[in-house]
């Protein structure tokens, strides 16, 4: 095998036992890698009935079959399992730098089940596995912990931790890589916690990996990494960030505002797009392992009731969540928010849009002072946000921290009072920071087939709708136009394909809008060594979007849950999308129908499973 | 006639805000050419704040901002 190792670790925390073994090359060739590799390993060894915070929970941590190249872009990986914020199947993936260095101790992916005894971590050197006490980090923040790490083992040992968040199992805790690269979404800090395990920590002694074809693989590393860097958007995310054009999202109405009531706010845009991050407080641009865009902030803010020390800036998705989606332009707030988000170990997004959601019950009177440990949760007010709110979540203190840590569908569910209808989710994980209404009405189709949940990275819809994504080789040339429903259950057809292939492959989608489909096929030939043609390739994204569904099946899902909240479909009341409607119902039978999927169960039929190779899988659903 | 320039956001980095002078008949899609605007953004124009089809005629005294819907994060 080239490109993967082939070689996973077992880990059952419970008695310590670790052994790596291999899984059947079969399973690499038809669900590639990442989260579908995790999502085939899970259907084949997962336990169903397990809670996701019991012992017998499995979490796995999946690198894809670039993890080691120095390619712009190749160096994510994801988590997966049963996810304790939905109770079905959940994949977070993050950039960073842990994946080349799995890669290169030997392993492409862990898993890990059971609970150790007391605080643990998971130390990996080469083939040297062993889980070591880790009881003097628990209970510490996220930069400390990574700290004293380097500072035990050395700076080349590479790091996941988790938080306090993660520790007292609040439902969507993050993991960070580095004190800076997160799984956020979907809560496998949280699983870490109930394992007792505080942090993974792997160095690799050699730095060196085999690929099938070294000559092809060379040329095309030289062309791509030179395309990547040379491309508009590439230029655009190194000098401003991910939050660059968040001023023309707000122009389009993609940018929410105040838990997804409004959608336009011009002085907003200006207050905390990139480019004054930019001005104001950028230090330093960084990046994942060996990618050439360097899309990540370095940020210091003085001067300010939010002053942090020169670290991590934030992400778009933060500064959103953290800014418009709760009222406050306030730049300086939303860097100091993710900061204490990453040190707390919470998912920004998710912290976000409960803290909006209950905002907006407090505005209404769902909830009360009383009902928050006297508390008051005002649009806007940051200071309570970031040393009350945050804080309080990540201890689950008080009713408030017990409340808003279950995330905002149970904590609508608990307080009632119709307040699930201003939640913003699908499938229990709430909505990131791009409001279908206004960014494009694929994206509706997008959050609602995501397996895991509201999700804008699950398939590159955000960026076909802007007009960024073009395959001619396979006839996918859309001129579409955002608000509509023209042409998008057509258009999903291959975006949650190639969504599929880039988070299997683990690829970054920044970096491989640039990536053609025949050098896609060109980069698993000439790296894992495969005989792909396109339609073989695209075959096995099909197989992995199909997979992830007949898990959550089997978690009791069927097509009545592909579905948004009344919240994100209602017409938008403000900006450019005011008024319009979004047809979610017709573009959602459309899109059953192409993709051969029953309108009532919500999984592929027999045939459609048989004619992409599923037959063993078929016969466990039907 | 004349127009004036108000691009948004990241088509900053291509185009400053300006008064200009530009030939009768002129559209949106012809001012982002003009304006050397890369291809590969998409745009969207709005036209003393109401959003435009790039093809319809300009008129003098315009106020156009041009937004991409380029986004990330």
Redesign the interface.
């Known amino acids: 095998m080239k490109g993967n190792t082939g070689k996973i670790i077992n880990v059952n925390l419970s008695d310590g036992a670790v052994h790596a073994d291999g899984l059947p090359e079969a399973y690499y060739r038809t669900y590639i890698g990442g989260s579908g590799l995790a999502a085939k390993v899970f259907w084949e060894r997962g336990n169903f009935q397990a809670d996701p915070l019991s012992p017998e929970a499995m979490l796995i941590i999946m690198n894809g079959p670039f993890a080691g190249l120095k390619l712009s872009g190749a160096s994510r990986n994801s988590i997966a399992g049963c996810s304790p914020l939905t109770g079905h199947w959940g994949d977070s993936s993050c950039g960073g730098f842990l994946a080349p260095e799995l890669r290169y101790a030997g392993y492409d992916g862990i898993i890990i089940t059971g609970k150790a005894e007391k605080p643990s971590m998971l130390l990996i050197e080469d083939d040297q596995i062993r889980a070591v006490d880790a009881t003097a980090y628990w209970g510490k923040g996220i930069e400390e912990v990574n700290r004293a790490i380097k500072e035990k083992y050395g700076r080349a040992y590479r790091s996941l931790v988790i938080g306090p968040a993660g520790e007292n199992l609040v439902r969507y805790a993050a993991i960070l890589n580095e004190a800076h690269h997160a799984f956020g979404r979907a809560g496998f800090g949280a699983v870490m916690g109930s394992k007792n395990l505080k942090a993974i920590v792997v160095r690799a002694s050699r730095k060196k990996m085999e690929v099938a074809d070294p000559v092809r693989y060379e040329d095309l590393r030289k062309e791509l990494n030179l395309k990547i860097k040379e491309s508009v958007t590439s230029d655009v995310l190194h000098v401003n960030g991910t939050a660059a054009n968040l001023e023309g999202g707000v122009y389009s109405g993609d940018v929410p505002i105040r838990n997804f009531t409004s959608n336009f706010w011009e002085e907003m845009g200006d207050a905390l797009t990139g480019s004054t991050l930019t001005e104001q407080y950028l230090t330093k641009r960084g990046a994942c392992a060996f990618c050439g865009i360097a899309c990540k902030r370095v940020v210091e803010v003085e001067n300010s009731p939010f002053a942090i020390p020169k670290g991590p800036g934030p992400e778009y998705e933060t500064i959103v969540a953290f800014g418009s989606l709760l009222g406050s332009m306030d730049l300086a707030a939303a860097c100091k928010a993710g900061r204490v988000c990453n040190d707390l170990g919470m998912d920004t997004i998710s912290s976000g849009a409960t803290i909006a959601w209950a905002m907006e019950a407090f505005e209404k009177g769902d909830i009360t002072r009383d009902d928050m440990d006297g508390v008051e949760l005002r649009w806007g007010d940051m200071e309570t946000v970031i040393h009350t709110v945050l804080p309080m979540i990540a201890r689950r203190e008080g009713r408030l921290g017990s409340l808003l840590a279950a995330g905002s569908v149970s904590a609508a569910g608990e307080i009632d009072k119709h307040s699930i209808d201003y939640t913003c989710h699908s499938k229990g994980l709430e909505a990131p920071m791009h409001d279908p209404r206004g960014g494009g009405h694929g994206m509706a189709l997008t959050y609602a087939m995501s397996a895991r949940g509201a999700c804008h990275t699950a398939d590159p819809m955000l960026f076909v709708e802007m007009g960024a994504c073009y395959y001619p080789e396979i006839g996918f040339e859309y001129e579409l136009e955002p608000m509509t429903d023209e042409h998008k259950p057509e258009a999903a057809v291959t975006s949650v394909e190639l969504g599929a292939i880039e988070n299997s492959a683990c690829y970054c989608q920044f970096a491989d809008r640039e990536i053609s489909i025949p050098e896609w096929v060109d980069l698993f030939n000439s790296v894992a060594g495969y005989d792909w043609d396109m339609e073989e390739m695209m075959r096995a994204g099909r197989r992995v979007f199909y997979l992830k569904r007949l898990i959550n099946f089997a978690y009791g899902l069927r097509a009545r849950d592909d579905d948004l909240t009344p919240r994100l479909l209602e017409p938008a009341r403000d900006g450019e999308p005011e008024g319009i409607e979004v047809n979610f119902v017709g573009m959602k039978e459309k899109f059953y129908r192409l993709m051969g999927i029953d309108a009532e169960l919500g999984i592929p039929t027999k045939e459609r499973l048989e004619e992409f190779g599923m037959g063993e899988e078929a016969k466990r659903v039907w | 006639m004349k127009i004036t320039v108000r691009p948004?956001?990241?088509?900053?980095?291509f185009a400053e805000d300006q008064t200009i002078v530009v030939r009768a008949g002129l559209n949106s899609r012809g001012l982002i050419r003009k304006l050397g605007i890369?291809h590969?953004?998409?745009m969207?124009s709005?036209v003393n704040g109401t959003?435009v089809d790039l093809n319809e005629e300009l008129k003098d005294g315009d106020e156009v901002?041009l937004?991409?819907?380029?986004?990330?994060?």
């Open positions: 948004v956001g990241v088509v900053r980095r890369p590969e953004l998409k969207i709005f959003r901002r937004v991409t819907l380029l986004t990330g994060g």
